[in-house]
């Protein structure tokens, strides 16, 4: 399991993808109105004279607050005790309205500055799996041997994430980038509906792969990104906002992009995911899909594949040598799927790269659809390490892996490797040939490849040199 991803996941962060990601207009969206919550909630065009407290909690009232009643919040000096409580407390009764979902129980909110977030976010990590995930995204060609991805992720994080909502706390922690504590209306309704879904659905489960937890929280984030878009339609239309802070950058920090596109994946194609099944059943059918998530990126990006098209259980022999033996990690692969690949053609130009903006879903600000990447049915990458730990400790960049893609058709496989060999191995890494479909790679990726095909599978075994290749998988 990826679990430095599985951890970001686990906290539901909010990012920001900025300027170079345009968010669709969702005032498209045409049954959110006070009609769609079958009266429930008193009508925002009568007079402005607000209805008693009801007697049992119900749906577009919270904690003393209707969902269109007027507060008095001022953010221009922060945000005292009181606006917080109400802001908080009308944006959970507004959330009730827009998700047609209620609140089991009050959600605490704590806004905290960038520096603390950082400070709090940089906890330990277990090097051996740290070990064996580089070897995952390396496999990917996004992260080479000069970086790890966790100092990868601590830079992105870091500068991007607006506010996360912690399962295991029950509660929202909204990162200001303002002296005085703010919070954008935006944000607070999107960590909102993560505390809904919690409450209704339970999120404290991930999935064990990179690709299903990108599945699952394409479904988790793809919801709240999708209500907090119509909840901003509510407000640009006929509600009266708390107006946003200023500013509302991402904080700085250094982004590497290409692994901002991978788990940006869920916050881009989540919404239009999330959309095409409330336009299949209502926000029943949402609803129900908590309950049958969605197993892949495949599924999320192409949303008439969910539910029915799973991808195939992909394994790998272990034909290594004495000299080598997979990580002791449970699982000993991951499955980085379509999403992914597709982020690596990307990188490396073997998919034009204006295509990320071009025809994206209607709530989608990307479009990860690409034909070398379309075809993917599944896929298993294992990482290999010396068997001596004395080699193993000696030497961080002696490793190596196996990766196995199978493909709906041969001629999507066909498709995979002459973009992977003949666009990003030799014209994008400069590869050389070294042997009977090897190749030899300079930095950052500096290693020697093998790529194989057969029929609808794809096998790339990656090691140190040429003569090591065989030792990690020897051919069959």
């Known amino acids: 399991m990826n679990r430095r991803l599985a951890a970001v996941f686990s906290a539901f962060l909010l990012v920001v993808a900025g300027c170079a990601a345009p968010v669709a207009d969702p005032s498209a969206a045409n049954d959110n109105s006070d009609a769609a919550v079958g009266g429930a909630v008193p009508d925002p065009d009568a007079d402005r004279s607000w209805p008693d407290d009801p007697s049992t909690d119900r749906l577009g009232w919270e904690a003393g607050y209707w969902y269109n009643e007027s507060i008095a919040v001022d953010q221009s000096d922060g945000l005292n005790d009181s606006e917080m409580e109400a802001f908080v407390a009308r944006t959970m009764a507004r959330v009730e309205v827009v998700r047609e979902l209620e609140f089991e129980e009050s959600v605490p909110v704590e806004v905290v500055s960038r520096a603390e977030y950082r400070n709090e976010s940089d906890a330990s990590t277990d090097p051996v799996h740290s070990d064996w995930n580089d070897q995952v995204w390396e496999a990917l060609l996004l992260v080479g041997e000069d970086r790890t991805i966790d100092e990868v992720f601590d830079e992105l994080y870091g500068g991007v994430v607006l506010g996360y909502y912690s399962p295991s706390e029950g509660r929202i922690v909204v990162v200001s980038d303002d002296s005085q504590p703010t919070i954008d209306r935006r944000t607070l309704a999107h960590e909102l509906v993560h505390a809904a879904q919690d409450q209704q659905f339970g999120l404290d489960r991930s999935p064990s792969t990179q690709d299903a937890q990108l599945a699952h929280s394409g479904l988790v984030e793809g919801d709240a990104r999708y209500v907090d878009g119509l909840y901003e339609a509510r407000c640009e239309a006929d509600w009266d ?32 995911f999330v959309s095409d099944l409330r336009d299949r059943g209502g926000w029943a059918a949402v609803d129900d899909a908590y309950a049958d998530r969605p197993t892949s990126t495949e599924q999320v990006l192409h949303p008439t594949r969910y539910p029915d098209e799973r991808p195939v259980e992909v394994t790998v022999e272990d034909r290594s040598s004495a000299a080598w033996t997979r990580y002791d990690t449970d699982p000993a692969a991951d499955t980085v799927g379509e999403a992914s690949i597709f982020a690596t053609f990307w990188k490396h130009r073997a998919v034009d790269r204006a295509s990320l903006q071009q025809a994206p879903g209607a709530y989608s600000p990307y479009n990860y659809t690409a034909e070398p990447s379309e075809g993917w049915a599944g896929d298993a990458v294992v990482p290999y390490r010396p068997a001596s730990d004395e080699t193993y400790e000696a030497n961080p960049h002696e490793r190596g892996y196996v990766w196995r893609t199978v493909w709906d058709t041969e001629a999507d496989a066909e498709q995979f490797e002459r973009a992977y060999v003949t666009d990003t191995l030799e014209r994008s890494l400069n590869a050389s040939e070294a042997g009977e479909d090897t190749y030899r790679v300079d930095d950052p990726f500096a290693d020697a490849y093998r790529v194989t095909r057969d029929g609808d599978t794809v096998t790339v075994v990656n090691a140190p040199t040429v003569a090591q290749v065989d030792e990690i998988h020897e051919r069959s």
């Open 241 to 272: 906002c708390v107006p946003r802070p200023s500013g509302g950058g991402s904080g700085g920090g250094s982004v590497d992009y290409p692994v901002f596109i991978t788990i940006y994946t869920p916050y881009s194609e989540g919404p239009t």
